[in-house]
Nanobody, 118 residues
């Protein structure tokens, strides 16, 4: 079983920064694609950023230029550096990991709350 644990969320003023971390543990083999999603009550979960096995990144248009996703493969950890935070960024942020090739399984963390005051 794979476990994902997020940390780094909290309360920040508009324009501030936060750095989220997600550590994966369990039955992991090789490097896995990982990503960050966020969800606001009443809305569907949306992709914020993702990173592939070779380090290729993808971002939602709303966070481009402000957020940066990175990973430490040796520690099976993914980070999300969030700068110039806006009230619209307020959400629960979830870490995800994709396992497998022919058959894939997506694992999720418990989520960490990010609140940007307005």
């Amino acid at each position: 079983q794979v476990q994902l644990v997020e940390s780094g969320g909290g309360l920040v003023q508009p324009g501030g920064s936060l750095r989220l971390s997600c550590a994966a543990s369990g039955r992991l083999f090789g490097i896995n694609p990982m990503g960050w999603y966020r969800q606001v009550p009443g809305k569907e979960r949306e992709l914020v950023a993702s990173i592939t096995r070779i380090g290729t990144t993808n971002y939602a248009n709303s966070v481009k230029g402000r957020f940066t996703i990175s990973r430490d493969n040796a520690k099976n950890t993914v980070f999300l550096q969030m700068n110039n935070l806006k009230p619209e960024d307020t959400a629960v942020y979830y870490c995800s990991l994709q396992s497998g090739i022919t058959t894939t399984t997506t694992y999720w963390g418990q989520g960490t709350q990010v609140t940007v005051s307005s």
